[in-house]
T-cell receptor
Framework: QMQLQESGPGLMKTSESLSLTCTVS????????WSWIRQSPGKGLEWIGF???????KYNPSFGNRVTISVDTSKNQFSLRLISLTAADTAVYFC??????????WGQGTQITVSS | QSVLTQPPSVSGAPGQRVTISCTGN?????????VHWYQQFPGAAPKLLIY???NRPSGVSDRFSGSKSGASTSLAISGLQADDEAAYYC???????????FGGGTKLAVL
């Protein structure tokens, strides 16, 4: 059974840059699409973007140029970088398998809190 | 304000059948994009319940079913059980926004 696990800092300050990593086990990042999704009380579930194992990406336009998703096939991981954080970026961040269709495997989520 | 509209809450007695609606527009559901449904318990990740409007992943009970008509879809849960109490979310793709979109979620209470 495929499992995904997010790892990240937990607490960030405004204007800082967030880096999260998702480690895939029980399967390979190869030949799959991988997404980042976040959930906050204010905005609900919000798709951030996806990456294909080859490196092709697509981002939610609502994030502008703040988002970068990358993949490391040698480590079976993919990562999220979100710059210029504000309090509105406070959320639980999930990694998941999928692109613009369904998401069939999810990580447990990691809470990111942004404060001044 | 979510792009896909769901009722905030629904309720039913054990054994009953409930439906949860998900309404979009001609840029998402009405444009023919598939709808997927998720079940989420507090503190846990969403779990895929229905994909491609009507399909159940392996291991999901046949008490859960999905339907689609035009720009609206529904999730039906029959034979309600206490452990069905959770939040349910619909999800699709919006061609105008060029983004995956979710409903605001519906909390199911089993009375």
């Amino acid at each position: 059974q495929m499992q995904l696990q997010e790892s990240g800092p937990g607490l960030m300050k405004t204007s800082e840059s967030l880096s999260l990593t998702c480690t895939v086990s029980g399967g390979s990042v190869n030949s799959n699409y991988w997404s980042w999704i976040r959930q906050s009380p204010g905005k609900g579930l919000e798709w951030i973007g996806f990456i294909y194992y080859s490196g092709n990406t697509k981002y939610n336009p609502s994030f502008g140029n703040r988002v970068t998703i990358s993949v490391d096939t040698s480590k079976n991981q993919f990562s999220l970088r979100l710059i210029s954080l504000t309090a509105a970026d406070t959320a639980v961040y999930f990694c998941a398998r999928g692109s613009t269709g369904d998401f069939d495997f999810w990580g447990q989520g990691t809470q990111i809190t942004v404060s001044s | 304000q979510s792009v896909l509209t769901q009722p905030p809450s629904v309720s039913g007695a054990p054994g009953q059948r409930v439906t949860i609606s998900c309404t979009g527009n001609n840029s998402n559901i009405g444009a023919g994009y598939d709808v997927h449904w998720y079940q989420q318990f507090p503190g846990a990740a969403p779990k895929l319940l229905i994909y491609g409007n009507t399909n159940r992943p392996s291991g999901v009970s046949d008490r859960f079913s999905g339907s689609k008509s035009g720009a609206s879809t529904s999730l039906a849960i029959s034979g309600l059980q206490a452990d069905d109490e959770a939040a349910y979310y619909c999800q699709s793709y919006d061609g105008s926004l060029s983004a995956v979109v979710f409903g605001g979620g519906t909390k199911l209470a089993v009375l």
